[in-house]
């Protein structure tokens, strides 16, 4: 499946070679237009042992000058628990607490988390059909779920504060976006007395896009087809676990241990009447896993802009 | 016979209204940046709000937006420079149409016109009897390498802010733009 999609982008670089930075999986350098609002649906669905777990989204976008935009998300899934059950901690053969590893999932859709954040396009060179553009975002969210994981999200698992750096680069052949930013997460009080204390992540990824179609741009009607093939890494702490102020062990899941790992995410794109962009991809792991969902995953998104 | 007496007043007003702010007719833009017909649809959102544009047509391919400008109305050129970099691009080359009517004009010459002066870089001598094109060089308004070449031009220092200097024969701190032919 892999090989296909490379394959897919060689020829497509090959044929055509026109670049493009509307990343479906990670956000380019570039902002909203200014005054106007972007509206984003995001969506995703893998299937957890038969059932479907499912994540949604609704992201706001606004351009408030040629270098600022904010942007705010709301977000649901099924996911997570409103509280964790009474037997998330069980005794270690009368040696202190340990997290039982045999609970059953819960598929309960609930709200979430909201997310405000801002990007901010500190250098701009534009050329003829390219550019190069630097920016910072920082975002800050709240969430108030017990997300029994050691890797963290600013999407709707943890609450915290994140920011980084993008690099873009567009050249007629080529698009490239370098990302690298961190997320600090709050601890996790939960109502069953037990708190989760999440360790410090970084994340990163590596974006290319193509335009397959049209081959020739002649008006604002034509649909838009684009192939991005998108690198995404994160390092992240183990997770903590205590109960009245005692740790309990839980190194021995898999989920709750450091760990690095770097996701492939090959999409399709079309934007429709140069404006409503649909986003198609899916996820392989490259190097090592992410716990918190399982493979493949696929994303839908759906992005309008208000002028 | 009074009725076509007040008709033709009627008419011959508002053509000498026309004539009074008959300026730029047309413009020809070139935006840098844009590498999607999404990018190039945010531009001409944008530009489309401007009240004194009538009509554009654009050159997906080649980034080109031929913009027709409503008669009577007043073009401020810097808003159109507003709108492309509001949109997230530069502007890479902008000329326009505009009537001259019989000016005479040299290296350095400044003509004001509604509010604004118009400063000519790097032109001859010469009577310019009917429309002509024009190319604004101001830095923002031209690529980066123009806007030196030009600037070379001229020993006057308004070219370098855009503003009035002491080298211009006007007040202080007025809008200067610079144009060649």
């Known amino acids: ?307 | 016979m009074k009725t076509i007496k007040i008709i033709i007043l009627i008419v011959t007003l508002t053509l000498g209204t026309e004539q009074l702010f008959a300026n730029f007719s047309s413009a020809k833009l070139k935006v840098t940046g844009v590498t999607c017909s999404m990018c190039s649809n945010s531009v001409h959102k944008a530009l489309s709000s401007l009240p004194f544009i009538d009509k554009i047509n654009v050159d997906l391919q080649k980034a080109v937006y031929e913009i027709t400008f409503k008669p009577g109305e007043k073009v401020i050129i810097d808003d159109i420079k507003n709108k492309v970099e509001g949109a997230g691009f530069s502007v890479g080359e902008l000329t326009a149409e505009f009537n001259f009517n019989n000016l005479n004009v040299n290296k350095d010459f400044h003509y004001k016109f509604e509010g604004n002066t118009y400063h000519f870089v790097g032109v001859k001598d010469q009577t310019l009897d009917k429309t002509a094109t024009v190319r604004f060089v101001d830095k923002g308004l031209t690529s980066k390498k123009e806007y030196k070449k030009y600037s070379g031009m001229t020993s006057y220092s308004c070219i370098k802010t855009g503003k009035s200097q002491n080298c211009c024969n006007t007040e202080a701190n007025q809008r200067i733009y610079h144009i060649t032919l």
């Not at chain 1, 007629?172 to 999440?198: C, Q």
């Not at chain 1, 450091?258 to 792991?285: G, H, M, W, Y």
Request: proline letters at 4%.
């Open chain 1, 1 to 307: 499946m892999k090989n296909i999609w490379i394959g897919i982008l060689i020829i497509a670089l090959h044929f055509n070679g026109k670049s493009q930075e509307l990343y479906p999986n990670s956000e380019p350098a570039s902002i909203t237009p200014k005054n106007a609002l972007g509206i984003r649906l995001m969506n995703e669905a893998y299937s957890n042992e038969g059932n479907l777990r499912s994540w949604h989204g609704a992201m706001f976008m606004y351009g408030v000058s040629s270098k600022l935009m904010f942007n705010g998300m709301i977000t649901a899934s099924n996911h997570h628990r409103k509280v964790l059950p009474e037997n998330y901690i069980v005794s270690n053969n009368g040696d202190g607490y340990q997290v039982s590893n045999s609970l059953p999932p819960s598929y309960q859709y609930l709200f979430e988390s909201i997310n405000l954040g801002f990007r901010y396009r500190f250098l701009n060179r534009d050329g003829d059909h390219k550019h190069f553009r630097m920016a910072v975002y920082g975002n800050g969210v709240y969430s108030n779920r017990p997300h029994d994981e050691a890797e963290v999200t600013l999407m709707g698992d943890n609450k915290g504060v994140g920011g980084g750096i993008i690099s873009t680069v567009l050249v007629k052949k080529l698009a490239v976006s370098l990302t690298g930013g961190a997320i600090k997460p709050f601890e996790h009080k939960d109502a069953s007395g037990v708190n989760l204390k999440y360790g410090n992540a970084y994340n990163y990824s590596l974006s290319f896009g193509y335009l397959v179609f049209p081959f020739k741009y002649k008006n604002y009607e034509q649909t838009n087809v684009n192939l991005y093939a998108e690198f995404l890494g994160k390092t992240y702490d183990a997770l903590e676990v205590t109960k009245n102020g005692k740790v309990a062990y839980s190194q021995h899941i898999d989920g709750y241990k450091q760990n690095s790992f770097i996701e492939f995410r090959p999409a399709i794109q079309f934007i429709v009447k140069s404006n409503l962009r649909i986003d198609c991809s899916t996820t392989i792991p490259l190097s090592d896993k992410s716990y918190i969902r399982k493979y493949p995953s696929y994303q839908l998104n759906l992005q309008y802009y208000f002028f």
